[in-house]
């Protein structure tokens, strides 16, 4: 599993994202996986002027390829932050950026979004 991704052991159907406390706190509460390279990882990365995004999109992108059935975006309105953003992704905060490319690449990874989720239609 990769080493970023956390379990919260009650269930490892879904991967639950959105602004990290927001993600954490949704997993413990509920169940599923949930993206945490660690505040200290992603400032030292920052320090070295290295995108910490990377390591969000290879677990998301790792998630998927292992079919997870479900992906889930919570306290966000998906549909508009994608609006807000589409046209600045670089900018964006990175939970944001994870959005923008579910938006752009999950149907042809075989997932379909419904509301603020993606489920794998395979």
């Given at each position: ?40 990882v ?62 752009i ?18």
């Open positions: 599993m990769f080493g970023f991704l956390k379990n919260t052991n009650r269930s490892a159907g879904r991967l639950v994202l959105g602004e990290m406390d927001a993600a954490i706190q949704e997993a413990l509460d509920h169940g599923g996986l949930f993206i945490d390279p660690g505040r200290e992603v400032r030292i990365l920052q320090q070295k002027n290295i995108d910490p995004y990377m390591i969000y999109e290879q677990a998301l992108q790792q998630q998927i390829e292992a079919r997870i059935p479900r992906i889930d975006f919570v306290k966000a309105d998906v549909d508009r932050l994608f609006d807000e953003w589409k046209q600045k992704p670089e900018q964006a905060p990175i939970h944001v950026r994870l959005l923008i490319w579910l938006k690449n999950a149907e042809s990874k075989g997932y379909q979004q419904s509301g603020n989720s993606w489920i794998s239609k395979k």
